[in-house]
Nanobody, 120 residues
Framework: QVQLVESGGGLVQAGGSLRVSCAAS????????MGWFRQAPGKEREFVGA????????YYANSVKGRFTISRDVTKNTVYLQMNSLKSEDTAVYYC?????????????WGQGTQVTVSS
């Protein structure tokens, strides 16, 4: 059974940085892509970015490109989302997800989410 557990969310001031993690277990993830999504109050969930586990190719939404970086540690089965130059509009619950298909989805497994709040 695949499990994804996010951690590292919290409160940060605008302009600051935060790193959230996603610990994956229950499977060998070499054939997976791992995505990050977020959902702000009253808004639909949106794609933030993704990383192909094998090879480490990354993809980003335009809204975060240049500010966010996705990486993975294959020895720890963990994916990271480094967020810099945070803005109030980045406030959301951040979810990681896994798919054996395309980066565009659909995603088969989801974590429980971690809250990121950016104060202005």
């Amino acid at each position: 059974q695949v499990q994804l557990v996010e951690s590292g969310g919290g409160l940060v001031q605008a302009g600051g940085s935060l790193r959230v993690s996603c610990a994956a277990s229950g499977r060998t993830f070499s054939s997976y892509a791992m995505g990050w999504f977020r959902q702000a109050p009253g808004k639909e969930r949106e794609f933030v970015g993704a990383i192909v586990w094998s090879g480490g190719i990354t993809y980003y939404a335009n809204s975060v490109k240049g500010r966010f970086t996705i990486s993975r540690d294959v020895t720890k089965n963990t994916v990271y989302l480094q967020m810099n130059s945070l803005k109030s509009e980045d406030t959301a619950v951040y979810y990681c997800a896994a798919t054996t298909g395309r980066v565009g989805g659909p995603y088969d497994y989801w974590g429980q989410g971690t809250q990121v709040t950016v104060s202005s």
